[in-house]
């Protein structure tokens, strides 16, 4: 039993610690099968219109949400007004909240002091390391990451180096995520694939793969800011990449869909697949959340 226990820790110490290429792309190389993804579109739909009906799903759905503003014009005033709202979203139950705000790194400080006078208690997300291009230095990314974290940020949203993915370079992806895990210290990582940019859904899983044996603690499809966002079919193929790295590690990672999700029942198609491909156990905040700008306003609408 404890050689057993044994090797499974050097496995994982293994996959966690290095990147072995050829590991890699044996696991990375498979196909998805589109009449499979279109089956279980259409299923999570059919699901999400009966979801929506119900207000304690919608309620959950509140409590998924990274409440987010990124815009060139945000002020200190805009992101405290933000923070009023995601610890108090739902005026008929207190105990409601969203799951955590999300600015760009120069807003963290405000969020932060604003939090501290009014005694709140919630997750503040930062997007950082050059988001949402990511064409920077590493060394300015990493910087970014770690003044965000000083600044107070418990949730570091990255972004992965598209150029390299495209050259097929993961090794270099793989490190660049494995560093700014370690510029994130205690803060949570979640990985933003850009999933819009990476041209195949091969690639999608190949940038979720090289992202999960890095150490993210969540992948995100999209920054809201490529031509495509969030969509249900690359959605279906990076939760396959969390799946199988459960099947094989035992370690659940988390998945945050992002990007021009704004009604209730589009929200509610992300719940119902993550449900069907990952099982019920991820349906909470510390596994699952919709990065959304405009969604509150409809689920409250809903309500
Ligand atoms: O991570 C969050 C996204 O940037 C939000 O995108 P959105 O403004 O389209 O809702």
């Known amino acids: ?172 992806v793989y490190n660049e995520v494995r560093a700014m895990k370690s510029a994130c210290g205690s803060a949570h990582l979640k990985t933003i694939l850009a999933t819009g940019e990476l041209k195949s859904l091969n690639n999608v899983y190949k940038a979720s793969w090289a992202s999960i044996l890095a150490g993210s603690d969540f992948i995100k499809t999209s920054t809201g800011k490529e031509t495509v966002n969030a969509t249900i079919e690359v959605s279906f193929v990076m939760l396959s990449a969390i799946k199988r790295w459960h099947q094989l590690t035992g370690k659940k990672v988390g998945f945050k869909p992002a990007g021009g999700i704004k009604t209730a029942t589009e929200a509610l198609t992300y719940v119902a697949l993550v449900e069907k491909v990952l099982g019920k156990e991820w349906l909470n905040p510390s596994l699952f959340r919709i990065g959304a700008s405009s969604l509150l306003d409809d689920v409250l609408k809903k309500l």
């Open 1 to 172: 039993m404890v050689s057993m226990v044994g090797s499974f820790l050097s496995f994982f110490r293994d996959y966690q610690q290095r990147f072995d290429l050829a590991d890699f792309e044996r696991e990375v190389s498979r196909d998805f099968d589109s009449q499979e993804i279109t089956k279980v579109t259409e299923e999570a739909e059919k699901r999400a219109k009966e979801l929506v009906t119900s207000k304690e799903e919608l309620l959950k759905v509140i409590g998924y949400i990274d409440l987010t503003t990124l815009a060139g014009d945000d002020t200190k005033d805009r992101v405290t007004a933000l923070l009023d709202r995601a610890v108090a979203p739902y005026a008929k139950d207190a105990a409601v909240k969203c799951g955590a705000v999300c600015v760009y790194p120069a807003r963290v400080a405000d969020v932060k002091a604003h939090m501290k006078k009014k005694g709140y208690k919630l997750n503040i997300a930062s997007v950082a390391a050059g988001f949402p291009s990511g064409q920077y230095r590493l060394e300015s990314r990493l910087l970014e990451i770690e003044l965000a974290v000083a600044d107070g940020a418990t949730e570091i949203d990255i972004v992965i180096n598209r150029a390299a993915a495209l050259d097929d370079d993961w090794t270099t």
